[in-house]
C-alpha cells in the first residue's frame, strides 16, 4: 500500500449487480481501515451524475458511457469525447485537433498502428456510410410485412 499512504486519493465503489461479494468488499472498504476515503454510490455513477448538483459534487472531468454518448458529465449531458471508429477508443477535443484525427478513419491512439491500405478500406466505409446512412437501416434482419 505504497500508494495509498503516498497519495491523497478518493475511491468510488458503486454495484448494480448487489452480490455479497461486492457488498463485503464495500462494507471493508468504507470501514476506513486503510486511510483512502471511500464513497460508496447508490445506484452507481450515473445516477450519482443525474441527481447531485454540479456545485454539491466531487466528481471531475466526464464519464465513459457504452452507448453512442461516448461520454456524459452531470446532469447526463453530453460529453465532448467521441469514439474512433478505427480503434474503439474515446477521443479528447484535443485528440481531434491532432492532424492523425480522422473521422471514422483513425486518432492519434491508433494512426502509426494502421497500415495505409486499412486506413484507405476506414475510408470508405466512412464515405459509403455517409452516403448510405446504417447498411441495411435499423429494421436489418426484420422481414418486412405486405401492405394492402
Do not use: N
Request: with cysteine; charged share 30%; hydrophobic share 30%.
Amino acid at each position: 500500500m505504497l500508494f495509498a499512504q503516498s497519495y491523497s486519493f478518493y475511491v468510488s465503489l458503486h454495484s448494480d449487480v448487489g452480490s455479497t461479494r461486492m457488498q463485503t468488499y464495500v462494507r471493508w472498504r468504507l470501514s476506513g481501515s486503510d486511510g483512502v476515503k471511500v464513497y460508496h454510490l447508490q445506484g452507481g455513477i450515473l445516477k450519482y451524475l443525474e441527481e447531485v448538483p454540479e456545485s454539491e459534487s466531487l466528481w471531475e472531468g466526464e464519464c465513459f458511457v457504452f452507448d453512442k454518448r461516448v461520454s456524459v458529465q452531470h446532469g447526463l449531458a453530453q460529453g465532448s469525447f467521441k469514439l474512433c471508429y478505427g480503434c474503439k477508443q474515446p477521443v479528447s477535443e484535443i485528440d481531434m485537433e491532432s492532424a492523425e484525427w480522422e473521422f471514422g478513419v483513425s486518432c492519434p491512439h491508433c494512426f502509426t498502428a494502421k497500415s495505409e491500405e486499412e486506413k484507405e478500406r476506414a475510408r470508405a466505409r466512412q464515405r459509403q456510410f455517409e452516403s448510405y446512412g446504417i447498411i441495411g437501416g435499423p429494421d436489418k434482419g426484420r422481414r418486412r410485412t405486405m401492405e394492402k
